[in-house]
T-cell receptor, first 120, second 109 residues
């Protein structure tokens, strides 16, 4: 079965760029019908969709983050990645990667999440 | 952007009771692309319901979803101890944009 695993730094400084990766195992990232996604949860708050990428490289982003976000895919590594620039403490959150199934309109598989703290 | 509002914010119930959670959208959700998730501390969110009323694989039948347009409901018929968690609704209409509701916490009375 498909599993997702996030990786990246747990602590980054303000104004820097956050880079996270998500490795897909048990299936191919190039399978059609799925968008590979990043979602975050701020401490004590709800879920916020960041954006997603198709295996072809097509992306869609949350308008509130669009100016700072890049999501890319590496089919040779079966991975996709998140870059978030100009970090502030407000970007401190638990970051999840997830698989979005287009025909369902829902996220059917999630990674366990990785905590990112933005602090000097 | 479609804004989702969930009510109540917190629902305090006892095991065995029925839980009714509401999700209201600021505009009609196209294709009824409305999903519900269960989220427990330290775990990944779990898809319960998609398409407003279809249960995801492996989800017990005590969970059911209903509604269309702008008003949706998640019902848990008899709460089990493992059902105490936060529940989120999420929509994806015609636009590729996704939004989540703020969540309803179901806790033990």
């Amino acid at each position: 079965q498909v599993q997702l695993q996030e990786s990246g730094p747990g602590l980054v400084k303000p104004s820097q760029t956050l880079s996270l990766s998500c490795t897909v195992s048990g299936g191919s990232i190039s399978s059609g019908g799925f968008y590979w996604s990043w979602i975050r949860r701020h401490p004590g708050k709800g879920l916020e969709w960041i954006g997603y990428v198709y295996y072809s490289g097509t992306t869609y982003y949350n308008p509130s983050l669009k100016s700072r976000v890049t999501i890319s895919v590496d089919t040779s590594k079966n991975q996709f990645s998140l870059n978030l620039t100009s970090l502030t403490v407000a970007d401190t959150a638990l970051y999840y990667c997830a698989r979005h199934r287009w025909g369902l309109g829902a996220f059917d598989i999630w990674g366990q999440g990785t905590m990112v703290s933005v602090s000097s | 952007e479609i804004v989702l509002t969930q009510s109540p914010g917190t629902l305090s119930l006892s095991p065995g009771e029925r839980a009714t959670l509401s999700c209201r959208a600021s505009q009609s959700v196209s294709n009824n692309y409305l999903a519900w998730y269960q989220h427990k501390p330290g775990q990944a969110p779990r898809l319960l319901i998609y398409g407003a009323s279809s249960r995801a694989t492996g989800i017990p039948d005590r969970f059911s979803g209903s509604g269309s347009g702008t008003d949706f409901t998640l019902t848990i018929t008899k709460l089990e101890p493992e059902d105490f968690a936060v529940y989120y609704c999420q929509q994806q209409g015609n636009s590729p944009q996704i939004t989540f509701g703020p969540g309803t916490k179901v806790d033990i009375k």
